[in-house]
């Protein structure tokens, strides 16, 4: 069965400095990986995916993520925090192997301070 | 192009009682979900759909019913609400389990 995993409940960064979100995943075949960024009372809104090819993916807002197959992960990165970058930042993955189903990690809350 | 719409915002519902949450997307999209989301899990898959006529489960299906008469529409159903089933409810939809989803704003959703 595929799996998500987010270590951090929360990450607290000092705006300007460089924002990590941590993602481990769980799959038998190939994964595809996605992030999802949520803003409070809204859905989720995609910001990046990696499926194949360059290991190294950018995404919107001056997001990207790096895949790691030995390590079995797929880090959110940004190298300048804003503060308005405080949000519910979710990793999700689906399984080549395993049909159309879409699992989501529990979600890392990032808190941008001035 | 409103994207995925999702209606009601907001409902408080009886144990017992049933409803139906509506989710509409006009993007011709053959790919739709529903979700729940709780304090600390994340989003759970409670049924989707990879197109008009076709259904399948989730990780938590037990107490919700789907269907998927057209492609633009696909309700999800509770039979007999619990307080377990008070939860956010997105739902979301994209042209393939591989591209990306576009999720509604959700149903918040009480059940006393």
């Known amino acids: 069965a595929q799996s998500v995993a987010q270590p951090e409940d929360q990450v607290n960064v000092a705006e300007g400095n460089p924002l990590t979100v941590k993602c481990t995943y769980s799959?038998?075949?190939?994964?595809?990986l996605f992030w999802y960024v949520q803003y409070p009372n809204r859905g989720l809104q995609f910001l990046l995916k990696?499926?194949?090819?360059?290991?190294l993916v950018k995404g919107s807002y001056g997001f990207e993520a790096e895949f790691n197959k030995s390590q079995t992960s797929f880090h959110l990165k940004k190298p300048s925090a804003l503060v308005s970058d405080s949000a519910l930042y979710f990793c999700?993955?689906?399984?080549?192997?395993?049909?159309?189903?879409?699992?989501f990690g529990g979600g890392t809350r990032v808190l941008v301070k001035p | 192009n409103a994207g995925v719409t999702q209606t009601p915002k907001f409902q408080v519902l009886k144990t017992g009682q049933s409803m139906t949450l509506q989710c509409a997307q006009d993007?011709?999209?053959?790919?739709m979900s529903w979700y729940r989301q709780d304090p600390g899990m994340g989003l759970r898959l409670i049924h989707y759909?990879?197109?008009?006529?076709?259904?399948d489960q989730g990780e938590v299906p037990n107490g919700y019913n789907v269907s998927r008469s057209t492609t633009e529409d696909f309700p999800l159903r509770l039979l007999s609400a619990a307080p377990s089933q008070t939860s956010v409810y997105f739902c979301?939809?994209?042209?393939?389990?591989?591209?990306?989803?576009?999720f509604g704003d959700g149903t918040r959703l009480s059940i006393l």
């Open positions: 979301a939809s994209s042209y393939s389990g591989n591209q990306p989803q576009h």
């Open positions: 799959v038998s075949g190939n994964p595809y």
């Open positions: 990696y499926i194949t090819g360059d290991n």
């Open positions: 999700a993955v689906r399984d080549e192997a395993a049909g159309n189903k879409l699992t």
């Open positions: 993007m011709n999209h053959e790919y």
């Open positions: 759909s990879v197109g008009a006529g076709i259904t």
